[in-house]
Nanobody, 115 residues
Framework: QVQLVESGGGLVQTGGSLRLSCAAS????????MGWYRQAPGKQRELVAA???????NYTDSVKGRFTISRDNAKNTVYLQMNSLKPEDTAVYYC?????????WGKGTLVTVSS
């Protein structure tokens, strides 16, 4: 059974940092490009960062230079290091495949950045 479990969210002040983790099971993790998505209240879910099976990374413009995505294939886990957080980063963060057919979404982890 495919499962994605996100963790690491919380309440942080503007300028603070958080590290999110997403543990995947039920898939051959290493061959999948993985991504972090976020959905802010009243907005569409958007892909903010992706890492390929070859460890290449891509970011949406609004997080470039502040967020870093990484993966540990031995742990079937993808991470998102978020620095210099802004109130507009407030959202529920999810992980999933970065391309192809999406897996069942996990519950996500809430990130709240106070001003």
């Amino acid at each position: 059974q495919v499962q994605l479990v996100e963790s690491g969210g919380g309440l942080v002040q503007t300028g603070g940092s958080l590290r999110l983790s997403c543990a995947a099971s039920g898939i051959i993790f290493s061959i999948n490009a993985m991504g972090w998505y976020r959905q802010a209240p009243g907005k569409q879910r958007e892909l903010v960062a992706a890492v390929t099976s070859g460890y290449s990374t891509n970011y949406t413009d609004s997080v470039k230079g502040r967020f870093t995505i990484s993966r540990d294939n031995a742990k079937n886990t993808v991470y998102l290091q978020m620095n210099s957080l802004k109130p507009e980063d407030t959202a529920v963060y999810y992980c999933n495949r970065a391309r192809g057919i999406m897996l069942n979404w996990g519950k996500g982890t809430l990130v709240t950045v106070s001003s």
